[in-house]
């Protein structure tokens, strides 16, 4: 892939994406790279081994009817980055622990144009993670509560999915075999636990659309239970911003790259 | 052989050649030359020529899940290959064909083909290649489980083996080598296939496999350089 770009001696960067980068539509179209090949040959990476760089990959694919000489500059670092980091792959390990554990995360408001926010979520399963997501939110979020609670909403349902999925593969006597209990998603924002146990409507909270209280049906028939962890340990933070070096590279690591 | 059809198109075929350079393991490097006949499903038409075009594959979620089942319970993880599968798949719908050119039949020029099997090129190939291995595997007592309809399950003696497919090189997983040599000839017997053994590339992400240390390591390495 990188060779098809042209890239394949350029210097290798730590992280995918500039920390605080904001790309905007270009109106004059910059052609200095194949743009669309790129996110897509990328995208393919992305969706089979890289969970690392499902954030990098859903910001600029954003921009393959309106690209300019920024997003070309941006996808740039990632092929860069691809390239100080090629060896890498998910490490599944029989040491490892055979319960599905899921997180939650979301930036808020980090789309500067739309002001919408970044839904991310992982789940780690026999040590390296088995599904990812990074998607832009479908509506404004007014608190990083609702951000949260909707990003939520998304790893609720894969949870449920993933459960059935290795629910019907575990039998009896197995290392994998679940005892039927929920998943357990873990969140870095203690407000949005709380709003998702508990059903109060108050003026924050009272316009949250119906179909985000997927999350509470989810917690009350016991197909996911939430967990807090602090910000530090949100192993789906890479999935919802541009992270320095250090945290990035220990998120990756803790998904099992 | 049929009569020409008064209100259908007749749709033409045409040869594919393909160079392929194969690297063995040993490192031998050897050549070979390909020929596909080609049906020209570019021409097909909905509803006349074909229906159902859809033919699922198994999600990379499900092969991620399935790999860390694998390495967490010590099973057995192996690929096949089937060989021409796209031609085993049975059509339903009308579809004509003109005679080869080469090979026009010399008493019935006229006369026309009606494919009664798949070709390569034929819209509907791949799914009806996905409805044989179907019918196949359920057959053999697999049950299509339903998070993903491409993912076969038996339990066979208190044996697992899974069946994930994906066109035509299913991966094979099984609790046991003998599940495996014994899913393998099952397979064998119905379908023409080649045996690669432990697999080394999943729908196209390489799987290392180090059985001492319990890892296994998917990347995609080759991919990205």
């Known amino acids: 892939m990188l060779e098809k770009f042209g890239m394949a001696e350029c210097n290798p960067i730590g992280t995918p994406l500039e920390v605080g980068l904001q790309v905007v539509k270009a109106d004059d179209r910059d052609d200095a790279l194949p743009y669309r090949e790129a996110v897509r040959s990328l995208m393919y990476l992305m969706v089979g081994t890289r969970p690392d760089l499902s954030f990098a990959i859903g910001k600029l694919s954003r921009f393959v009817s309106c690209y300019g000489r920024e997003n070309c500059a941006a996808i740039k670092r990632v092929l860069r980055h691809v390239k100080g980091s090629m060896d890498k792959g998910l490490v599944f390990d029989k040491n490892s622990s055979c319960v599905l554990q899921g997180f939650s995360d979301a930036d808020w408001a980090g789309d500067h144009e739309t002001r919408r926010s970044t839904t991310g979520f992982t789940f780690i399963f026999g040590g390296a993670a088995v599904s990812w997501g990074s998607e832009l939110q479908k509506t404004v979020a007014l608190s990083t509560i609702e951000a949260e609670y909707m990003a939520l909403c998304e790893a609720s349902e894969e949870a449920v999915w993933l459960n059935k999925l290795v629910q019907s593969v575990a039998t009896q006597g197995l290392r994998t075999a679940i005892s039927g209990g929920p998943i357990n998603i873990k969140v870095d924002n203690s407000g949005c636990i709380a709003f998702s146990k508990n059903p109060v409507e108050h003026k924050r909270t009272k316009h949250i659309d119906i179909c985000y209280h997927f999350v509470r049906e989810a917690i009350t028939t016991d197909k996911v239970i939430l967990e807090h962890c602090a910000t530090d340990d949100m192993v789906a933070d890479p999935m919802t911003k541009e992270l320095g070096k250090t945290k990035h590279d220990k998120h990756v690591e803790a998904m099992g790259l | ?225």
């Not at chain 2, 023409?192 to 180090?210: C, T």
């Open chain 2, 1 to 225: 052989m049929t009569d020409r059809p008064a209100s259908r198109r007749v749709l033409k075929v045409k040869w594919v050649y393909k160079v392929k350079n194969d690297v063995h393991e040993n490192g031998n490097r050897t050549t070979r030359h390909e020929a596909r006949l080609c049906f020209l499903g570019n021409r097909q038409i909905k509803g006349l020529d074909f229906n159902e075009t859809v033919a699922p594959v198994v999600k990379f979620t499900t092969i991620r899940c399935i790999l860390a089942m694998t390495v967490a319970n010590g099973w057995e993880l192996h690929q096949m290959d089937v060989k021409t599968a796209f031609l085993i798949g049975d059509i339903d719908d009308e579809v004509f064909m003109e005679q080869r050119d080469g090979h026009v039949h010399a008493t019935y020029p006229d006369k026309v083909c009606r494919l009664l099997q798949a070709l390569y090129g034929l819209k509907q190939a791949p799914n009806t290649w996905y409805a044989k291995l179907d019918d196949f595997l359920k057959s053999q007592g697999f049950d299509n489980i339903d998070p993903d309809a491409c993912l076969y399950l038996l339990m066979d003696d208190g044996e697992i083996i899974i069946v994930l497919v994906y066109v035509d090189d299913p991966p094979l997983v099984a609790s046991s080598l003998a599940a495996i040599y014994k899913i393998k000839d099952t397979i064998h017997e119905r379908f023409e296939m080649n045996d690669l053994g432990e697999a080394k590339v999943i729908l196209g992400p390489e799987i290392r496999r180090y059985k001492a240390l319990g890892t296994l390591k998917m990347s995609q390495g080759k991919y990205a350089a």
